[in-house]
């Protein structure tokens, strides 16, 4: 069934469509380190892509630079271009607000913020200027939904958002970015610290949302991958390796490193 | 949208405000010690005890109570890490790192450094009372090595426990018995962390002036036994700054340049005894 | 080792042992009433009102504290979420040296300074004329003392946030400011209150540096600009007289006692607070 839609997709695209994420010519440095060198790739508007690789290629730095949360790293250079519908994310005039509203962010473990349920959803919405009581309920209702989390804390909306279970928690977390309405999400690792079934419920939540949201995810876990992804990015020590349509990549990688870290050989 | 850039705005000077006002009342502090003191420094100050009627405005030094702080701040602070360092070694060596003895230990430790000098002196005051001590040196001295133990031992502590446990674990396996160990390994690895400790009660012990104000006494000789009472300079200061006479009023302000330079080189060596160990606890 | 580790835990309970047992006498002979709700200090007729000595040391710790507190709160604020690695490098030493200089310098410079301040400007300000040795000119000394404990305990309860959760917050699209206002206070509110009752506790203790600027008069100060007579005062100036007359020593370990609890007290609830923050982050 998933094979049959991969087959319908083209390859990445090269043209910078609307939706796209076109990064073009990134280095990132960390001090003197250079964690990300020449990255030029495409991301698809409306898929999910996942990039794999292992531990300290660049993985998150590459999904920090795309809502800029790595302006908030102390001594980091960041050359080149990320351009999003037609701006340059890195333009020094972007309006950063902007740019990070449209990207929900999933990270390794839940981080729900200190404070009820309803207001961590509502967080969001609020900073950006809705009050009414009656919006923010709707709001806070549907994206629960969206998560897949209302039912389960319907009735204790005001309770502190410690009090869930962890997959609970990350799915709170997907709520309350869903609640800005970004088009993108970014997932790092966003199911490393749950327990299976919680897993697999992210997971579905991603394979529902694809048609709505361009998902990209970091994962080391290559069966998720399998499972889930339309593309798949291959990086090692801050570059990019391979890049293509999942089955592709994973199938018959043409790249030896790929193969490697596909059989286990470098993780 | 524009009113939280203004309220961040706000803020952002108020937080730069805060942080250069916290700066200058120290350097505010420094430069009006140094102001008021200079004038008033001379040789015969730091070099000669109290003549007949030094409170009066006659001549003589405070050598008396530099030697007297040298001699409380110095006797606490050995006498002070003979009992600390065993008990940090204890804390890190024969109790794991992070047990409930090892941390009920410390956070009474952390309680006693947060008891007031002046609550030191007065149970200083009863003990000597109980024993039968008159107020002298060795009095002082007690009671500033009960205030200086818990900040030896914890100053002492958050070194140890950055040493490695594996190396800790290393020793053990090559056969050294747990008294080896403490001392080879441990002891090496934490001189730093002694130095440190040991600047620290120091520059805590001669600033010190409440917990030595019943128990040392104060005189205008330079003690030559134990049991003989001895001044100390925050004293001396406190004294000469009480008298009406403006000239040992002055020389208050300079006793006090004394011991500010004389707390300042402990701060400077004690920064440089720590360059490499970030996660220290500070003079605080 | 262990008979000296044990030691240093006994150590506690042998200062508060020691210190009920000299409070003993004045305790049977004195109704609880006359103790802490007399105003009456008259220790050769055997009247021992501790009351203005307690209201004066609280009045001055809270004018401390108010003073202090924001500042450092503000300071804590910049230094851990906006200032840069060399504006943290300079500042962090000289709060150290702030923290090492001793009270009888702070006491000093409260009189060179800040008793003038208070006397040529700050009472004509507000009408009235004063001596300059008041609560106002102990509370503000005193803020100055315990700016590094604050700061320093701040600054530790601020590294424990972690940084994904600053970032969940940016990733909504937050300000910093809004991150920081919402979130990170919110976040690390038991720790802020463990780090104001540390300092607290600190200013509460403190004896040189207040009784040198604070005026010691024995009244119920009501205004910040009239003076106060601190319980640490009481003791430290009271102890050449206390060994010749009847329970005055005895009056004067009480007041040690009442210190050392409320110390003791502050000091181990705000320690447990911060240590549960450092497990749970751990
Ligand atoms: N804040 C930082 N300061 C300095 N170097 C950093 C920082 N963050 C990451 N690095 C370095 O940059 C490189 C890439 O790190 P990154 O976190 O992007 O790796 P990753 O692929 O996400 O790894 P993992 O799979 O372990 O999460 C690593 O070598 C790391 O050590
Ligand atoms: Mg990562």
């Known amino acids: ?140 209702e549907y994206y629960l939904r969206e998560a897949s989390l209302w039912d389960e804390v319907m009735d204790r909306l005001n309770t502190p958002a410690s009090g869930l279970s962890i997959g609970q928690q990350q799915r709170l977390c997907l709520a309350r970015g869903l609640a800005v309405k970004p088009e993108i999400i970014l997932g790092d690792e966003p199911t490393s610290a749950l327990d299976p079934i919680s897993s697999a419920h992210i997971e579905k939540k991603f394979v529902e949302f694809k048609n709505k949201y361009t998902i990209v995810m970091v994962t080391h876990i290559l069966r998720q991958a399998i499972r889930i992804a339309d593309y798949i990015i291959f990086m090692y020590l801050g570059e990019i390796i391979e890049h293509g349509p999942a089955h592709q990549v994973l199938d018959n990688p043409k790249d030896k490193r790929t193969s490697d870290y596909i059989k286990g050989i470098i993780s | 949208m524009n009113i939280n850039k203004v309220e961040e705005g706000i803020f952002k000077v108020l937080m730069k405000t805060s942080t250069l006002l916290v700066l200058v009342s ?56 003979f ?73 002492m502590d958050e070194v140890i426990m950055t040493v490695p446990k594996g190396l800790i674990d290393a020793s053990y396996s090559l056969g050294a018995t747990k008294i080896e160990t403490s001392i080879k390994v441990v002891s090496k690895q934490v001189l730093p962390g002694i130095l440190t400790a040991v600047l620290i009660s120091f520059g805590r012990s001669i600033g010190d002036a409440a917990s030595v104000l019943f128990t040392s006494g104060f005189t205008d000789r330079i003690p030559t036994s134990l049991m003989q009472p001895a001044a100390n300079l925050p004293l001396a200061i406190f004294f000469q700054l009480s008298t009406p006479i403006p000239e040992v009023q002055d020389r208050a302000y300079a006793s006090a340049l004394v011991l500010t330079v004389i707390i300042l080189l402990i701060s400077i060596l004690s920064r440089i005894a720590t360059k490499k160990f970030t996660k220290h606890k500070s003079l605080v | 080792m262990k008979g000296l580790t044990y030691f240093s835990i006994a150590l506690l309970f042998l200062i508060l042992i020691g210190l009920i047992y000299k409070s003993v006498p004045i305790l049977k002979e004195t109704s609880f009433g006359n103790l802490f709700f007399s105003t009456e200090w008259q220790p050769l007729k055997m009247k021992f009102g501790l009351l203005p000595f307690i209201i004066s040391t609280l009045y001055v710790t809270i004018v401390a504290v108010v003073i202090s507190v924001p500042l450092c709160l503000l300071t804590a604020i910049y230094l851990s979420e906006y200032a840069d690695k060399r504006v943290i490098a300079f500042v962090n030493p000289l709060i150290d040296i702030l923290a090492g200089i001793p009270s009888v310098i702070f006491g000093i410079w409260g009189i060179i300074e800040v008793v003038p301040l208070v ?67 919110r976040k690390a509110a038991p720790g802020v209150i463990s780090a104001i009752v540390l ?62 609890v409320i110390v003791l007290v502050f000091n181990f609830i705000s320690r447990r607070i911060l240590k549960n923050i450092e497990r749970k982050i751990a």
Request: hydrophobic share 45%; net charge positive.
């Open chain 2, 83 to 155: 009992i600390s360092l065993p008990v940090a070694l204890y804390l890190n060596v024969y109790r794991t790192k992070t047990s409930q003895f090892a941390d009920f230990t410390r956070l009474c430790l952390d309680v006693l450094w947060g008891i007031p000098s002046i609550v030191y002196g007065a149970f200083g005051f009863a003990i000597m009372l109980l024993i039968g001590l008159k107020a002298s040196l060795l009095a002082g001295i007690i009671t500033l090595t009960l205030m200086v133990i818990p900040i030896m031992v914890r100053a």
């Open chain 1, 1 to 140: 069934m998933k094979k049959e839609t991969e087959i319908l997709v083209p390859l990445m695209t090269e043209v910078c469509d609307e939706g796209n994420i076109c990064v073009e010519g990134l280095n990132v440095y960390y001090g003197d380190r250079q964690a990300l060198k020449d990255i030029n790739i495409t991301l698809p508007a409306k898929k999910i892509t996942a990039i794999i690789g292992p531990s300290g290629c660049g993985k998150t730095t590459l999904l920090k630079c795309f809502n800029r949360l790595i302006d908030s790293i102390d001594g980091t250079k960041v050359t080149g271009k990320v351009m999003l519908n037609g701006e340059d994310i890195f333009d020094p005039h972007a309006d950063v607000i902007k740019i990070r509203k449209k990207m929900g962010l999933l990270s390794q473990r839940p981080y729900p913020l200190p404070m009820s349920i309803y207001d961590n959803v509502a967080y969001g919405p609020r900073i950006h200027g809705i009050r009414k009581k009656s919006e923010l309920n709707q709001i806070v």
């Open chain 3, 119 to 185: 006397r040529d400007y700050i009472a004509p300000a507000f009408g009235t004329t004063s001596s300059g040795y008041t609560i106002l000119t102990g509370g503000i000394v005193l803020s100055i003392m315990i700016f590094p404990i604050i700061i320093h305990v701040l600054l530790e309860v601020f590294e424990t946030i972690p940084e994904d959760l600053k970032n969940a917050s940016l990733s909504v699209g937050a300000t910093k400011w809004q991150t920081v206002k919402l979130v990170i206070l």
């Open chain 2, 26 to 81: 120290l350097f505010l502090i420094i430069y009006s010690i140094l102001q008021k003191g200079l004038p008033s420094l001379s040789w015969a100050m730091i070099t000669q005890t109290p003549k007949g009627g030094f409170f009066l405005g006659k001549g003589g030094g405070i050598l008396n109570a530099i030697v007297g702080s040298l001699y409380l701040a110095g006797g606490s602070t050995i006498l002070g890490l």
């Open chain 3, 199 to 260: 300092g607290l506790s600190r200013a509460f203790g403190e004896t040189l540096a207040v009784l040198m600027v604070v005026g010691n008069v024995i009244m119920i100060p009501i205004s910040p600009l009239d003076p106060g007579y601190p319980i640490t005062a009481l003791i430290a100036n009271n102890y050449g007289e206390m060994m010749s007359i009847p329970l005055y020593d005895s009056a004067l370990m009480l007041a040690s006692l009442i210190l050392f």
